[in-house]
């Protein structure tokens, strides 16, 4: 005989059954941006869903490996400004 | 006759050494690698501008004066990249390396070479197939720095040292003194505002602006010693100029008997060589403790924590 799998609390005791979100049911709704925005100034701090946030706005891209140019640490160093100061004196 | 550094204060004997090396610029138009030393505040970067503006060229003209900030130089090939092709080469200039310490190592090698002149006034430095003169007829170089011990030794050793001592109170109330034409002293007030400046004619300038203020507020033109316990009080300056961190150690020697500088270290907050360095140095120059392995407050220091109580 098969049995269900059994989920755990954080306390260790058995997830009590039936608990939990059934599916389809969504906390979420769906709203125009223009009405956020039309309620909203530009430093509030609006609520968003993790996943939808990393899909929108950390979006893993590719960076390019720096091609290695013909420039030694020496060469890069020149380019630092050495710091005088010239009086001339009547 | 201009006379050699009569706008400065203190510091005679380098004074007496700097106006022979002019006297001998005139007869010889060359001047031995100097290395200013002392710690900070002490005057040596202006003492060699001041040296620097008695130094004419052939033509009768005034030497221009370079100051390099040596922790700003990277190696040898910026050093003459920036700064000897466009300004050195082939010019009459003085040139002053401030805190020679930090030249870094590549530029301290070829400095052995450049500035070993036993014989000649002159050295060509062969460097990546180009040559570099360096007519020391034309050229006057000049070094300064607050640590020596760090200047690689033997470059350290073809220079000439000038050392710089504290300034004494004395020299410190001239200097008020003239910083603050406007405002009639006390003597024994302007006594205690010298001392507060712990031998530093920086700290002694940047004191003349505080006390300029003071008097500007209190609408005063003269200073009393009454003007001075006060001007302590509104400032915050203790009395010989302990800071508020010697001030704490004092007070805990003096509550504990004895401390190790671990448990200063504990106390303060500081680190073993901060109040080494920064803190000790001071209060035993003031003869307010002594080390033996512990440290004790001494007389001095008591009856100082004593008189200043309450301030």
């Known amino acids: 005989m098969c049995m269900a799998k059994v989920t755990l609390n954080k306390d260790g005791t058995p997830r009590k059954k039936g608990s939990g979100r059934k599916k389809g049911s969504i906390s979420l709704i769906e709203i125009p941006l223009s009405e956020l925005i039309a309620k909203l100034d530009a430093d509030a701090v609006v609520t968003v869903g993790r996943k939808w946030h990393e899909e929108n706005f ?25 710091a005088f100061k010239l009086t001339k004196f009547n | 006759m201009e006379v050699p550094f ?37 005057g040596k970067t202006e003492f060699a501008r001041q040296f620097a503006s008695h130094l004419k060229n052939r033509d009768g003209g005034y030497r221009p004066f370079l100051e390099l900030n040596c922790s700003t130089i990277r190696n040898l090939e910026q050093f003459f990249d920036q700064i000897y092709i466009p300004l050195i080469m082939e010019s009459e200039i003085t040139v002053l390396f401030d805190e020679a310490h930090e030249l870094p190592r590549d530029v301290t090698n070829a400095f052995l070479t450049i500035f070993n002149t036993e014989k000649d006034d002159y050295v060509n430095f062969r460097w990546q197939d180009g040559e570099h003169p360096f007519d020391f007829k034309k050229q006057t170089f000049l070094f300064a720095t607050t640590e020596p011990d760090k200047l690689f030794a033997p470059l350290k050793d073809r ?27 006390d003597e024994k007030a302007l006594h205690e505002l010298a001392l507060t400046t712990r031998g530093n004619a920086r700290d ?23 003007d001075f316990a006060d001007f302590c009080f509104v400032t915050g300056i203790n009395p010989l100029g302990v800071n508020d ?9 003096r509550r504990e008997g004895q401390a190790s500088l671990q448990e200063l270290s504990a106390k303060t907050g500081l680190s073993r060589t901060a109040l080494q360095r ?21 007389r001095a220091g008591s009856n100082y924590i004593d008189a200043t109580e309450g301030t």
Do not use: W
């Open chain 1, 58 to 82: 950390k979006k893993v891209v590719d960076v390019p490996t720096p091609v290695e140019q013909n420039v030694s640490s020496t060469e890069q160093k020149i380019q630092e400004k050495i």
């Open chain 2, 6 to 42: 009569a706008e400065l204060f203190g510091q005679d004997r380098v004074k007496r050494r700097l106006s022979f090396y002019l006297d001998a610029f005139k007869k010889t138009s060359t001047c031995p690698f100097l290395l200013m030393v002392g710690a900070k505040g002490l």
């Open chain 2, 159 to 185: 220079l000439t040292t000038i050392a710089f001592e504290d300034y004494n109170t004395d020299a410190l109330a001239q200097i008020l003194n003239v910083q603050l034409e406007e405002i009639s002293f």
């Open chain 2, 204 to 226: 002694c300038v940047k004191l003349a602006k505080e006390v300029y203020k003071y008097c500007q507020v209190k609408n005063k033109t003269i200073f009393t010693e009454k």
């Open chain 2, 245 to 253: 961190i010697e001030r704490k150690v004092l007070t805990i020697l």
């Open chain 2, 278 to 298: 920064d803190v000790e140095l001071h209060l035993m120059k003031l003869n307010f403790i002594k080390i033996d392995g512990k440290r004790h407050i001494t």
